[in-house]
């Protein structure tokens, strides 16, 4: 018997509009906000196993393992400490110059890990990019994963380090916690701001250190903040208060020392902290979402 076809009623339609009445979607479509959270969200564990992945390559060949995630912040305060303490004496303007400048150091590192370790994370992941599909944001949000974890040992260093120094034990304390949530919501919108301009520019590997070195520096993360207001004035001032930066360092001594010079009043902080981690946050998210598509491409 010959073959024999039947046309369909939808036979003459435009191919957007069969391809709607049957469920399909442009090959490479760029998908919804709302859709791509929920991919995120249901490759969570596979960010999960990726961090985990991270975290023993990088350290499982070391004799000391783990344990350099708490000592690389304290060797870093210790030398800052050396120069900038006893050669410098800048502690002779300061009653616990110590907890003043480790709290500075320990901060200050979650974030410049952060970004360094998201410049490279698109370009240094290509080829499981280019084998698998999946969220391509799951990548800069494993970087912060994996710095997040190092910090919950390196804050149980600090406050030890606070609490030998002399200072007390208050509820003030409780403050660790919004102001870590706020610094990591920021550090996830700036992981895939800087993975972005990463996946672009390549040279911009080259000059985070640089560019983080500065940053250091305009923190006040190895001197007081009183030395801003001794040496700028105006708006000048006012720019380097507004620091996202010195504003994260400045709760977190709030939070765990007594009587500590401060940029500005905390309520001031909290809301500058806030208004940063929205703007970054969400920002930096956007802007990686609106380039999913490229990545791994050329």
């Not at 969570?44 to 060949?61: C, P, Q």
């Not at 480790?102 to 290509?126: E, M, P, R």
């Not at 305009?218 to 006012?238: C, D, N, P, T």
Request: glycine share 8%; charged share 15%; net charge positive.
């Amino acid at each position: 018997m010959a073959q024999t076809a039947v046309a369909g009623n939808d036979t003459g339609l435009p191919m957007k509009e069969l391809a709607k009445r049957h469920g399909l979607s442009a090959a490479g479509a760029l998908p919804g906000l709302p859709l791509y959270i929920r991919q995120l969200w249901a490759y969570r564990h596979f960010i999960g196993a990726y961090a985990n992945a991270k975290v023993s390559s990088s350290l499982g060949n070391t004799r000391l393992g783990m344990l350099w995630q708490v000592l690389t912040p304290l060797f870093n305060a210790a030398v800052y400490y050396l120069i900038f303490g006893v050669i410098l004496a800048g502690t002779k303007d300061m009653d616990n110059f110590i907890a003043y400048l480790c709290t500075g150091v320990f901060v200050f590192g979650f974030t410049s890990s952060v970004v360094q370790g998201g410049v490279v994370a698109v370009t240094n992941n290509l080829g499981l990019i280019r084998a698998l599909h999946f969220p391509r944001a799951s990548l800069p949000l494993a970087v912060v994963l994996v710095e997040a974890r190092n910090l919950i040992a390196s804050m149980a260093v600090l406050m030890s380090i606070v609490l030998i120094t002399g200072e007390p034990l208050t509820f003030e304390w409780l403050l660790i916690v919004p102001v870590l949530l706020l610094q990591t919501i920021f550090n996830m919108g700036l992981a895939m701001l800087t993975a972005r301009l990463g996946s672009k520019i390549t040279d911009v590997k080259q000059l985070v250190p640089f560019i983080m070195r500065i940053w250091m520096y305009s923190s006040a993360v190895i001197y007081s903040v009183e030395q801003f207001e001794k040496h700028l004035h105006g708006w000048q001032l006012r720019l380097v208060e507004a620091n996202p930066m010195l504003v994260f360092i400045e709760l977190m001594r709030h939070a765990l020392m007594e009587d500590v010079p401060l940029a500005d009043t905390p309520t001031r902080l909290w809301i500058q902290s806030i208004a940063w981690t929205l703007i970054v946050g969400v920002g930096g998210f956007v802007y990686f979402w609106r380039g999913e598509k490229g990545y791994g491409r050329g």
